[in-house]
């Protein structure tokens, strides 16, 4: 009997500290709080991946790194509530991040910049911030719209690889300055069976240097494949 009753007690006892911590975790976090910093956040983060992708201009487009951005916003939402009332709780998560290691390489260093973006839009929304959160998301979009636009006014850059023989040169260079806004030679081989120069060059039509550099008598073939140039390379 005594066994059964110091049983009793303790799943009593466990069932009460369990109410308790339950209790204490709905005190510090309110259920239509987190759901609310969640669909925001949701929300947030579908509008970051339509601009990233309206906005990309590069050559390979990864919708993975678009799904992305929206889990980084959804995750840190819930991070930054959980952490933000708990100093002890928060120095844990810092140390606990110190100590991952992310090997994915960025390639483009906007892209760097949308995962911050993405990371503000979670850290605010979890802050509780929702309305300069929502602030913040409508303004970075129009800039980076307004901005996108102002660079689109400059015509796209290709790589123009062309096999000729090399009587024809001066024929294609006529050609060129003809019908390109800018050019400029990147890479040029000779061998025996004929000649191979790649030119960097700026056009809006894509087809239009393709055929004429064909019309030319001594051009095998021609060949223009999208690049991904720095500002001033």
Avoid at 97 to 108: G, N, Q
Avoid at 187 to 209: C, D, P
Wanted: net charge neutral; proline share 2%.
């Amino acid at each position: 009997m005594l066994t059964t009753s110091l049983l009793t007690t303790t799943a009593i006892t466990s069932t009460a500290l369990n109410t308790t911590g339950l209790a204490a975790q709905f005190k510090s976090i309110v259920p239509s709080d987190l759901f609310m910093a969640l669909g925001l956040g949701f929300l947030i983060g579908i509008i970051i991946a339509i601009v990233y992708r309206k906005t990309y201009r590069g050559v390979l487009y990864s919708p993975s790194f678009t799904m992305t951005l929206i889990m980084l916003t959804l995750i840190t939402t819930p991070v930054v509530m959980c952490i933000k009332n708990d100093i002890a709780l928060s120095m844990g998560m810092v140390g606990a991040l110190s100590i991952v290691r992310f090997r994915t390489a960025v390639k483009d260093p906007l892209d760097t910049a949308y995962m911050f973006w993405a990371l503000t839009m979670g850290i605010l929304l979890g802050a509780g911030l929702y309305l300069i959160a929502v602030i913040v998301v409508l303004c970075i979009s129009v800039l980076l719209f307004v901005l996108t636009f102002a660079k689109l006014t400059a015509p796209n850059a290709y790589l123009l690889v062309l096999h000729y023989d090399e009587y024809c040169e001066g024929a294609i260079m006529t050609e060129l300055q003809r019908c390109v806004k800018s050019h400029k030679l990147r890479s040029k081989t000779l061998t025996r069976a004929g000649a191979e120069m790649t030119y960097e060059v700026r056009l809006n039509e894509r087809h239009e240097v393709v055929t004429r550099m064909l019309d030319i008598e001594g051009v095998h073939d021609a060949t223009l494949v999208a690049c991904q140039s720095e500002v001033g390379a």
